[in-house]
């Protein structure tokens, strides 16, 4: 006799099927999967995945870390938060924020006003460990990643701590954190029913 398979993280059948009332926002510290989760959260609900990073490079023809260096940090946020605030007109979607959007006070209004915001977070040594192999990040330049998160979580996390959602999705593969995101924005939506 043939066992029947268990249903596995990876059996999409298994995942709630709902609808999304607004735009999900993604927000959280750099390297904790804004981006990977986002794209694999709008391929699930059929919707547009955007990514705030890219839109402002698009939008000012220059990467982020030319932005920073021309503009600083302060002429950064000023882009972003009329970036973020025209992705988040029109239809719901999915967005990824970059790591400092909630430093911005009009950000923070728009995104609690208009979208779902998911906070994602981790522990620091996973990101640690991940965003070491990127380098491409303007405030991890000439810097100790772990110093620099640190000092996030001292000043970001009171901010993330404004969303609706938070996952924490440990140190485990992106189907698993799926399934995560899915359930906790499936109990927040349906008010745990
Ligand atoms: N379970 C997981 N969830 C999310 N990302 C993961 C996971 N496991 C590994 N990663 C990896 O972590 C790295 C960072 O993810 P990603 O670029 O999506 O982060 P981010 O939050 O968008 O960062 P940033 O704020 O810099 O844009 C990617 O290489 C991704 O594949
Ligand atoms: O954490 C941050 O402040 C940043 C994260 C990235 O997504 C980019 O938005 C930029 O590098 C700044
Ligand atoms: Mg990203």
Do not use: C
């Not at 699930?44 to 839109?55: M, Q």
């Not at 938060?81 to 970059?98: C, F, M, N, S, Y």
Request: proline share 6%; hydrophobic share 40%; aromatic share 6%.
């Amino acid at each position: 006799m043939t066992a029947e398979p268990e249903p596995s993280a990876t059996d999409s059948s298994t995942r709630p099927v709902f609808i999304l009332p607004k735009t999900v926002a993604l927000v959280g510290l750099m390297g904790v999967g804004k981006t990977t989760i986002g794209k694999r959260l709008a391929d699930h609900f059929g919707l547009p995945f955007v990514d705030a990073d890219e839109e402002i490079e698009k939008a000012a023809g220059m990467t982020v870390a030319d932005i920073f260096a021309n503009y600083g940090e302060k002429g950064f946020r000023d882009g972003e938060q009329r970036v973020i605030a025209r992705l988040l007109d029109g239809e719901p979607r999915i967005l990824a924020t970059g790591g400092g959007a909630l430093t911005h006070p009009l950000t923070r209004e728009r995104l609690k006003a208009k979208a779902i915001t998911l906070w994602l977070k981790t522990d620091l040594k996973v990101l640690a460990r991940r965003v070491a192999n990127r380098p491409h990040r303007p405030l991890l330049k000439d810097r100790n990643p772990m110093d620099v998160l640190k000092e996030h979580v001292k000043t970001r996390y009171p901010l993330y701590e404004m969303a609706d959602v938070t996952v924490d999705t440990g140190d485990q593969s992106h189907v698993k954190s799926l399934d995560q995101v899915l359930s906790a924005l499936h109990a927040y939506v349906t008010g745990g029913q």
